[in-house]
């Protein structure tokens, strides 16, 4: 008898097993971060936007000062491009991811990586900023060539 029980138990489990792996996996549901408790509005500036590079810069020579001390400055931007916009998905939160070409005062032009979130600013409150100078990454804390500040 315990024989036929054991037999029994192990072919609901492989029939169970066999039918999971033909069973389609069903995605998690999406809600969209506007309708969330606690909503986005998904609007956020242009990576063009005079704020925005103006953070960036301010955001660099701060990083700078405090950290590196190389005397490094942005003297401008050239060739802004919106590279993605939400590309994570409606679920996740908004960003919009840029890339622009930064002249620096050592006579150097380096792709910067950058992207504006909602909620990111100070305490949480409107957008906020993350950027990456390709070969100014000293401690690669977006990967190799600022690979994560990209979508």
């Known amino acids: 008898m315990k024989k036929a029980w054991s037999g029994l138990v192990l072919a609901g489990f492989v029939l169970a097993l066999a039918q999971s792996a033909f069973t389609p996996a069903h995605a998690r ?8 408790y606690s ?3 998904g609007r956020l500036p242009f990576c063009d936007n005079p704020n925005v ?4 810069n301010s955001n660099f020579h701060s990083t700078d000062a405090e950290f590196w001390r190389s005397g490094l400055a942005i003297v401008g931007f050239e060739g802004i491009q919106e590279i993605g916009y939400r ?11 840029c890339k622009a070409l930064a002249y620096m005062s050592d006579q150097k032009v380096r792709q910067v990586s950058y992207w504006v979130g909602e909620g990111l ?17 000293r401690n690669y804390a977006f990967g190799l ?5 990209r979508p």
Do not use: F, M
């Not at 600013?121 to 990454?137: A, K, N, R, Y």
């Not at 060539?145 to 500040?149: F, I, P, V």
């Open 39 to 41: 909503p986005y509005s």
């Open 87 to 97: 590309a994570q998905g409606v679920d996740y939160i908004p960003r919009r991811y």
């Open 29 to 36: 549901p999406l809600t969209p971060a506007e309708q969330r």
């Open 121 to 137: 600013g100070p305490i949480g409150v409107g957008w906020g900023i993350e950027w990456c100078i390709s070969g100014l990454d």
């Open 53 to 56: 590079l103006g953070k960036l």
């Open 145 to 149: 060539d600022c690979r994560s500040a």
